[in-house]
């Protein structure tokens, strides 16, 4: 069964600073990436995704994340971090069947920025 | 704005009540999933419909039920609600593979049982 592993359960970084959010898969197959943010209160939404292709994929509000198939990794990074990303961000991994792609999410990474 | 439309957005019920929770998916979207997301169990799977039919089931309850409508729209009942059924359900779609196989959420309905 797929799983997905976001090694860190809280992250501080200072506004300004770069960011890279760790996240870890188990899939024998070629995996479709996610990842979500979620704000307090706030419902999911996807930053970036990565199917195939570009193993660099960029996403909204300058993210990026690398696919690492030797690594079974897929981080999430972030050049400079704006008091605004201070979020919980959630890793996935969906698998594909006949008409049946479930979702399986890490546990998140919540981010703290500090001024 | 995914598209995704759910209500309630709050729901507060007290023990051994019965809620339903909606969802319109995103225009053109046949799948629709629900998940739950709780403090102790983190975002769950709950279960998947596509076109109507019942595609894959998670970590579902007997307790609770879904369906998806002719128009697509869904439905989440949950029975007999026990204090540990206090989350955050959201609900989701996804077009057809060739749309990509990207799930869009909705912003949820939070539930308290009291």
């Known amino acids: 069964a797929q799983s997905v592993t976001q090694p860190d359960i809280h992250i501080t970084v200072s506004e300004g600073a770069s960011l890279e959010l760790r996240c870890n898969y188990s899939y024998g197959a070629t995996p479709y990436l996610f990842w979500y943010v979620q704000s307090p209160g706030q419902g999911l939404q996807l930053l970036l995704k990565y199917f195939s292709g570009d193993t660099l994929v960029q996403g909204i509000k300058g993210f990026e994340a690398e696919f690492k198939r030797s690594q079974s990794s897929f981080n999430l990074r972030k050049p400079s971090v704006h008091w605004s990303d201070a979020a919980e961000y959630f890793c996935a991994v969906v698998t594909v069947g006949t008409g049946r792609r479930a979702l399986t999410f890490g546990s998140g990474t919540r981010l703290q920025v500090q001024p | 704005d995914s598209g995704v439309t759910q209500t309630p957005k709050h729901l507060i019920t007290a023990t051994g009540q019965r809620v339903t929770l909606r969802c319109s998916p995103r225009?053109?979207?046949?799948?629709v999933y629900w998940y739950q997301q709780s403090l102790d169990q983190g975002l769950q799977f709950l279960i998947q419909y596509y076109n109507g039919e019942e595609r894959a089931k998670g970590n579902i309850l007997e307790r609770f039920s879904a369906q998806q409508f002719p128009d697509l729209h869904s439905e989440l009942n949950l029975s007999s609600l026990e204090l540990g059924d206090s989350a955050l359900y959201f609900c989701?779609?996804?077009?057809?593979?060739?749309?990509?196989?990207?799930?869009?959420f909705g912003e949820g309905s939070w539930l308290t049982v009291v």
């Open positions: 989701a779609s996804s077009g057809t593979a060739s749309s990509g196989n990207t799930i869009y």
């Open positions: 225009s053109g979207d046949l799948s």
